[in-house]
């Protein structure tokens, strides 16, 4: 089977979407049951940390609270043109959320043949979550 | 697992004769025959939208009146500064043009921002989360005939809300989500799509659009008490009013403004009140808080608090584009979608690969590959041989 596969080699794969959970609002928070197809991978309490931790870091993004609202004002009084030249706090949050999956990945789910794939490459919808079934297992990318 | 292996598609063994294999990643690298220029996911999103500057700037396929918008207040403080300007200045104070100017910068800076700023596009499932979705409601153990429930409800701060699924996004809309059939996205905290600006207003830009119509109240009256002063100054200097008006052009302005303030400033006003309460348009035109069906039924996004709600709206971190418009497509993807080629939708039906690039590729860019798209089912990709 030629592989058409677009970011990994691996061919034998199954997916697993962490879907968000919107009991909170309308702020990006992902529930944290545990799925049963992981039940043979990785241990519940490792999985909930990460999702927890993504959670955490989330609402880091999205929090009100006088820095926020302070840099919203100075915004609205530059016609937000501030917004063009300076990386704005979300924007912050998020390349630590990448860097945190990139290290979770590799010291946790790679060994275990999965794959968290970062919710800003999915709208922010689901956590997906790569399940390589093959044996000669490479680190997942 | 043997049969995991890799194993080569025979192009012989394909209905369709293929003159030349695939050149597409796998072992061989012939991507020397097909040098295409890596796309950008811009050029292949699926919403009616258009982009410029390289993906840059985004507005909704019809840009409805907003060269209107802009013509009208280009044209109208353009008379303002030319023929009142200098009157006032000379019989009132410079203050006048500056102001003036502050606010009309203000104005088309934001005008331009609630245009070409993305709203808060969702963009659309792939076709694995749809294939997972699809499984999931079809779990539902639903027997009847009937196809299965659409909706999910959710309880949010004690408030039933009940969210949709998207058949054209192939999601559960989030919570204030809704799809805007002029542009054909999903849009998170849809207020309404605003012919004027020629955009949908959303969650990311509804600060600049309401910044945009509160400037614009201000200019707007600005100019028009400007220009009556200076009518009445000229009235005043011995000719009469009629003369006066019969005048100078600048009474152009007043005629504008005078039809234009009065709409404008109930817009501003309704906006304030929706920014207060923490509403969308949607949401109150709709009544969807309203409680008119009889139940008690509140707000769940409203922090109770009319300071916190207008904070929360207007001063809120800036959320960032989920659409990713300048992100480059995986290489293998562009060059799928850049060979068009017939054999395409019949390779991705007949072999059993992982068709989850395929139809990714497929889905994104319906121009190029003509044929039947349908023919891909997401489920497809589940037969994968080796597993």
């Known amino acids: ?141 | 697992m043997k049969n995991c292996e890799y194993q080569q598609i025979d192009p012989q063994a394909l209905p369709t004769p293929t003159p030349t294999p695939q050149p597409h990643h796998g072992n061989d690298t012939e991507k020397k025959k097909e040098p295409r220029r890596p796309r950008r996911k811009w050029e292949v999103f699926p919403g009616k939208n258009r982009f410029y500057c390289d993906g840059r700037i985004i507005v909704a396929r019809q840009s409805g009146v907003l060269p209107l918008t802009l013509g009208l207040i280009l044209v109208t403080s353009g008379l303002f500064f030319i023929f009142d300007c200098p009157f006032l200045v000379k019989h009132l104070t410079s203050c006048i043009p500056v102001i003036g100017g502050v606010l009309f910068v203000f104005v088309l800076i934001t005008l331009l921002q609630t245009s070409f700023t993305d709203p808060g596009i969702l963009p659309r499932a792939t076709p694995d989360e749809a294939a997972d979705i699809e499984k999931q409601i079809d779990n539902t153990g639903n027997t009847s005939y009937r196809p299965p429930p659409r909706t999910k409800e959710v309880l949010i701060n004690q408030q039933v809300v009940k969210l949709k699924y998207c058949f054209t996004c192939k999601m559960f809309r989030p919570p204030r989500t809704s799809h805007c059939s002029l542009c054909d996205n999903c849009v998170e905290r849809f207020d309404h799509h605003c012919p004027w600006v020629g955009n949908c207003v959303g969650k990311r830009n509804y600060r600049f659009f309401y910044t945009f119509i509160v400037s614009l109240s201000f200019l707007t009256a600005f100019i028009f008490g400007c220009v009556t002063t200076h009518l009445a100054l000229r009235a005043q200097g011995g000719k009469g009013l009629v003369f006066a008006l019969q005048e100078s052009p600048g009474r152009y302005p007043l005629v504008i403004c005078f039809f234009s303030v009065w709409s404008i400033l109930g817009l501003s006003g309704f906006h304030t009140y929706l920014v207060a309460s923490n509403l969308t348009t949607n949401e109150d035109i709709k009544g969807s808080w309203s409680g008119k069906s009889g139940e008690d039924v509140t707000n769940p996004y409203s922090h109770k608090n009319i300071f916190i709600n207008c904070c929360s709206v207007l001063c809120a971190p800036m959320p960032p584009s989920l659409i990713d418009r300048r992100g480059f497509l995986p290489a293998d993807e562009s060059a799928q979608t850049g060979s068009a080629d017939i054999e395409l939708p019949t390779l991705a039906a007949k072999s059993e690969i992982n068709v989850v690039g395929a139809a990714f590729a497929l889905q994104k860019s319906p121009s190029p590959v003509e044929t039947s798209l349908p023919a891909v089912a997401p489920t497809q990709h589940l037969s994968a041989a080796c597993c």
């Open chain 1, 1 to 141: 089977i030629n592989t058409y596969r677009t970011s990994s080699n691996q061919l034998c794969s199954s997916k697993v979407f962490i879907q968000r959970h919107y009991s909170s609002g309308t702020i990006c928070k992902f529930q944290t049951k545990f799925p049963s197809e992981l039940e043979s991978r990785i241990d519940e309490q490792q999985f909930e940390e990460t999702i927890q931790t993504l959670n955490n870091l989330y609402a880091e993004a999205e929090k009100l609270g006088g820095k926020s609202y302070l840099e919203g004002c100075l915004a609205s009084l530059t016609a937000y043109t501030i917004f063009l030249c300076m990386e704005t706090h979300y924007e912050k949050v998020l390349k630590k959320i990448a860097r945190y999956i990139k290290d979770q990945n590799e010291k946790i789910y790679a060994p275990r043949g999965l794959l968290l794939t970062d919710p800003i490459e999915r709208g922010l919808r689901v956590v997906e979550i790569t399940i390589f079934e093959d044996r000669s297992i490479g680190s997942g990318r």
